[in-house]
């Protein structure tokens, strides 16, 4: 994931920073505890795509 790009990428719900998890190539919003996918290296930044995070997954 480049670095800028991170940068500029927010979580679309709560307009809060992201966090790349490069292991499950997932961007993660720690206050809404959602993952968002990246797929063949495009986030994919929809409410519907993204994954819950479980009670005991760390952020």
Same mark, same amino acid.
């Given at each position: 994931?480049?670095?800028?790009?991170?940068?500029? &990428?927010?979580? %679309? $719900?709560?307009? @809060?920073?992201? *966090?790349?998890?490069?292991? /499950?190539?997932?961007?993660?919003?720690?206050?809404?505890? &959602?993952?968002? %996918? $990246?797929?063949? @290296?495009?986030? *994919?930044?929809?409410?519907? /795509?993204?994954?819950?995070?479980?009670?005991?997954?760390?952020?």
């Amino acid at each position: 994931m480049d670095a800028k790009l991170l940068e500029i &990428l927010v979580c %679309p $719900i709560c307009k @809060g920073p992201l *966090v790349f998890k490069k292991s /499950e190539q997932e961007l993660i919003c720690k206050a809404d505890r &959602l993952a968002f %996918p $990246i797929k063949d @290296g495009i986030p *994919v930044m929809l409410e519907e /795509e993204a994954r819950q995070l479980l009670a005991e997954e760390e952020v």
